[in-house]
């Protein structure tokens, strides 16, 4: 039996000055929600992009992301078939080759 199974009048009560309850499988809830911001958001959004669309634009996705060292990331297999995608740093920022 989980936590949210549960209901809130149900669950142990534990000492407190608060004059309501609090509802804490729904908190928990909310916490798992909130780790999908961010990094794993992006993430999770490229690699939907990724599955759900056919080769030419996955291709393209891996050609320029590649070729561009991280900075170009294209769905557009027109435009990347042509050549090759150049280095486009953000705003602010210079792209270094890196020497061993």
Not at 11 to 37: G, L, M
Not at 86 to 98: I, L, N, Q, S, T
């Amino acid at each position: 039996m989980k936590s949210s199974d549960i209901s809130v009048e149900e669950q142990p009560a534990y000492p407190t000055s608060s004059k309501k309850k609090v509802d804490w499988s729904r908190v928990e809830a909310e916490a798992d929600k909130e780790e999908e911001e961010g990094e794993a958001a992006i993430e999770k959004l490229f690699q939907k992009i990724y599955k759900d669309n056919p080769d030419d634009v996955k291709r393209a996705m891996m050609k320029s992301f590649a070729e561009s060292g991280g900075t170009v990331l294209s769905t557009n297999w027109a435009d990347v078939q042509k050549g090759k995608v150049e280095v486009k740093p953000p705003d602010g920022m210079e792209f270094r080759k890196w020497e061993q």
